[in-house]
């Protein structure tokens, strides 16, 4: 069967009966009607424009995107096969859109370029995916007959980039606004400065870039060196390595020609470009090549890096003109200021900073560092602009005028507090927006989830939240390729829930597998669908078969068994495969466009059956020992519980509250029948998971929420059960799910657990 044909065929099915929940779309939009017919698009089609000129932007974007199909232009003239662009008044919403399409045309109507803009992503979306990959079509192209009206519910729909642990090129930042526009997110927040290295050319202070853009290797690259071993994905980019000071060092920063280049290529897209120069903490980079910024001493202090001092003119007199250049480059309202992390120990040192806060009236270093705020607000509004920064600004008060971006999910009530004194709030909590945090096969459920709106919002205040932003920070991050995977296809979940504001989980959740083709075609390295099925530690009594099954037909498995890492060229696994020795298999799902999904690891161990226990248990649950401590793993845990509870099942007792601690669950799990179980054990930050005294699941950290799995040969009964968990601080996640025999996973029940 013709493919094109087959498209045309599929487009015509999806709106059978009046439906339409299950248009590949994404975000879907507000209001959609589905019609009767079909538009039949090719080169004869002509072009309407009803616009005054208004949308010349989004009619070249729309011709760009048709001319590798279609081989030509479309020409500017009225016929009875028409795509019009029509201006209106009347839609005064900025983002707004009504999308016709009847047998006869396709009729775009907005009140504004972005509006427009935004209809043409809606057609690209229900165009042949041929169109993405640039091919030319001999066939028309056909758009089902509908009719849409589409707004987003939050103005505010962000992504966030750290180019300062590592850096990008300036064709990748183009590409992920390219992408960005696809799915009508409309902020790309930029992390312009830290620490580790300075990525802007400031010319009024030029070691900035000579110096402080460039640095040795630290331990993040030493991290991301190992893990290039098992995943190439983590090599670090060789083009931002050079000799210099007699020894290799990475670094790199973009010119201003660059940036207004990069500035001019996000505003055709409709995408706004948020510059963050981080300050007055996270400013190493600055301070090693202007060393007067600080007071004595530089480099690291206790937990975070030495910040500038706030009570010296100079260091006022250096952020004003680094601001100056900034706000030259970007002509977004906004200028982000960061003021998070701030290591306050030696402004509590110094002489200078007691004297101006005496003459102040500044009670502690909180307020002094308010104190600073306040002169950069100060400062950025005289050119009108405004400010926006991390939560921490809210600690020694601020006034409303400033814009918080919330992301210590720990401390939830700082978005209430914040819209209760006035501010504008944009939401991006560590979990789920932190999207270099590892994903797993609930993240694309947990971002499409995300609460936008917390409960304690007063409703006369609702209004204050802009909406949402997903942030990745890249000190693990080295390379394209695998910021693509961290930020893909999470993006498309969080673009939908801050469009839309409802809850399609089921229609996006089939609507995502149709968009794994589109983005090969935009020629994203974005992470595979989960492979499930198989435990990383898996026993066999005698042998047993590896068999598992792709989540799509389009995509396929590759293995090795010789410890390598797996490639196209490696066997497709197309039957199971017998194992009846010790042995490790990786394996990897690839899609038809060669992208490969994540590295799997399966370690088969040969064991015997373990037989049940006799023992005296007829109490339900397990204990829970408590441990009222701050710790980072397991092995950590000593001395006696400060109170022991029972908890029915692997959860956290309601009665704990401590934002950091342990917790030892002993008791017994009764298995219903004999059987190999898998148990697949959820944790942030670290847990281990032992039955019949042996480890089965050692998920030490810390990290992020990650699932490890592993399993244990039992006969029917009773048989000893132990978990280990650490919360080092910041918001848990601890989850234990099993299946037996290679059936699907489910929460264990509470009934299985007793002491």
Partial sequence: MNKLFLTVLLSALLVIGGKAQDLPIIPYPANIEAKAGQFQLSAKTQLVLNDNGRFTNEVSTLQSVLYPAL????????????????????????????????????????????????AVQTIRQLLPIEVEQGKKLLAPMSLPALSITDKPAFEWRGSHIDIARHFFSLDYMKRHIDRLSY???????????????????????????????????????????????????????HRFIINKWEKDIYGGYFTQDQIKELVKYAESKHVELIPEVDM????????????????????????????????????????????????ELFPSKYIHVGADEVEKIT???????????????????????????????????????????????????????????????????????????????????TNPMYFDFLPNKSTLYNVYHMEVIYDDIPKDKVHLIRGAQANMWAEKIPSENRADFMLFPRMT???????????????????????????????????????EGFAQESVFIDQVYFDIKSPLESMKIHYTTNGSIPT???????????????????????SEGGVRGEIYTINYKQTSMKKAVNAKASKKGLKADFYDIRIDKTTKITGKPNKTFVAQ??????????????????????????????????????????????????????????????????????????????????????????????????????????Y
Avoid at 94 to 117: C, H, N, R
Avoid at 198 to 209: Q, S
């Fill in 71 to 118: 081989g030509q232009y479309l020409s500017l003239n009225k016929g009875d096969n028409t795509i019009v662009f029509n201006y209106s008044p009347e839609i005064t919403s900025p983002e707004e859109y009504k999308l016709d399409i009847t047998p006869q045309s396709v009729t775009i109507t907005a009140g504004t370029p972005a509006g427009a803009f935004y």
């Fill in 183 to 237: 799915y009508k997110m409309n902020k790309l927040h930029i992390h312009l400065t830290d620490d580790q290295g300075w990525r802007v050319e400031v010319k009024k202070y030029p070691k900035l870039t000579s110096e402080g853009a460039w640095r040795n290797y630290n331990n993040h690259d030493s991290v991301c060196i190992k893990n290039s071993k098992e995943n190439p994905d983590f090599e670090i980019d």
């Fill in 280 to 327: 007055p903490g996270h400013m190493a980079a600055a301070i090693s090549a202007y060393p007067f910024l600080a007071e004595g001493k530089t480099g690291w202090g206790k937990k975070f890096s030495v910040p500038i001092c706030p009570c010296n003119d100079d260091g006022y007199t250096f952020i004003d003109g680094v601001l100056d250049e900034i706000i």
């Fill in 347 to 429: 402004w509590e040192e110094s002489e200078a900073c007691k004297k101006l806060m005496e003459r102040e009236g500044l009670k502690n270093v909180n307020e002094l560092q308010s104190y600073f705020v306040h002169h950069v607000q100060d400062y950025v509004e005289s050119k009108g602009k405004k400010l926006i920064g991390w939560d921490e600004v809210l600690q020694g008060g601020i006034n409303s005028n400033v814009d918080v971006m919330f992301w210590r999910g720990w401390i939830p009530t700082a978005p209430a507090t914040a819209v209760k004194n006035g501010n504008y709030v944009i939401m991006t909590p």
């Fill in 493 to 531: 979940a969080l673009a939908e829930r801050v469009w839309t504001n409802k809850s399609l989980w089921d229609s996006y959740s089939q609507r995502i597998l149709k968009h794994y083709p589109r983005l090969d075609a935009l020629k994203v390295n974005y992470r595979l669908p989960d492979v």
């Fill in 568 to 590: 196209i060229q490696s066997p497709v696994l197309d039957n199971p495969y017998l194992v009846n020795k010790p042995q490790q298999i990786k394996f990897a799902l690839f």
């Fill in 649 to 754: 099942n692997v959860v956290v007792p309601k009665e704990i509250k401590a934002p950091s601690f342990g917790v030892v669950y002993n008791g017994y799990i009764k298995v219903p029948e004999t059987g190999i179980y898998s148990f697949y054990f959820t944790v942030d930050d670290s847990g281990k998971l032992y039955i019949d005294n042996e480890v089965i699941v050692d998920n030490e950290g810390p990290h992020s929420p990650v699932e490890k799995s592993g399993q244990a040969a039992m006969e029917k009964g009773l048989h000893p059960f132990k978990i280990e968990f650490v919360e080092g601080g910041g918001g848990y996640t601890l989850r234990l799910e099993y299946s037996v025999n290679g059936s699907k996973a489910q929460p264990v029940p509470d009934s299985w657990f007793v």
